[in-house]
């Protein structure tokens, strides 16, 4: 059974930060590599932050030095920690494995920065 479970979005201040969550079932988790995707309204959705499963990580240019992407492979979980939050940042925020290999995403968590 697939699971993609996105957490911890909120309304939050410019500059603010938030922690989100991502609770995957096994099969997909343990052997894959992970990505944290965000789709803004009327964007196309995009790869912020990728980490393998031995935790090499990378990041698009527009969230380098700001977010930091996490795994604990014991309870099948990703992480994001954002710091420094700005109005672009703004979006519905999604994990999946990276490259994507299941047609399938999970509801998603709403980030709402405040200027």
């Known amino acids: 059974q697939v699971k993609l479970v996105e957490s911890g979005g909120a309304l939050v201040q410019a500059g603010g930060s938030l922690r989100l969550s991502c609770a995957a079932s096994?099969?997909?988790?343990?052997?894959?590599?992970m990505g944290w995707y965000r789709q803004a309204p009327g964007e196309q959705r995009e790869v912020v932050a990728r980490i393998t499963s031995r935790g090499s990580t990378a990041y698009a240019d527009s969230v380098k030095g700001r977010f930091t992407v996490s795994r604990d492979n014991a309870k099948n979980t990703m992480y994001l920690q954002m710091n420094s939050l700005k109005p672009e940042d703004t979006a519905d925020y999604y994990c999946n494995t990276h490259p994507l290999l299941i047609d399938y995403w999970g509801q998603g968590t709403q980030v709402t920065v405040s200027s």
């Open positions: 096994g099969s997909i988790f343990s052997t894959n590599a």
